[in-house]
């Protein structure tokens, strides 16, 4: 729901949370999506599926994966940098470049 996590980047939230049920034939595209997530709104990015799916992550703003989870049950650690949000949006002001008024 690619509008939710623009909404929540819009509002100026910290990080974004994905609470998924993707299978595991499906972990690619959760792994793809994930990342578009973070990267599209710079902003990071705890992406939790389910263990039968697996492939859980902690995602920086620049979408770098910090920690990620294979399948089965397993609980991830990762130190995210808040402040690496606004200085990624600093230095890349997709957001000013919006229009929303033409979609």
Do not use: K
């Not at 972990?27 to 263990?51: G, K, M, T, V, Y």
């Not at 799916?53 to 990620?68: D, P, R, W």
């Not at 399948?71 to 600093?90: A, K, M, P, T, Y």
């Amino acid at each position: 729901f690619p509008e939710v996590a623009r909404s929540l980047a819009l509002q100026d939230a910290d990080f974004l949370v994905t609470v998924a049920q993707f299978p595991e034939q499906r972990r690619e595209q959760w792994r793809a999506l994930s990342l578009a997530r973070a990267i599209e709104n710079q902003i990071p990015h705890l992406a939790c599926n389910w263990a039968e799916g697996g492939g859980s992550m902690i995602i920086s703003a620049l979408g770098t994966v910090l920690a990620g989870a294979e399948s089965g049950e397993e609980i991830i650690f990762g130190e995210v940098d808040l402040s690496e949000r606004d200085q990624v949006r600093g230095e890349i002001p997709c957001f000013s470049d919006r229009r929303p008024e033409v979609y």
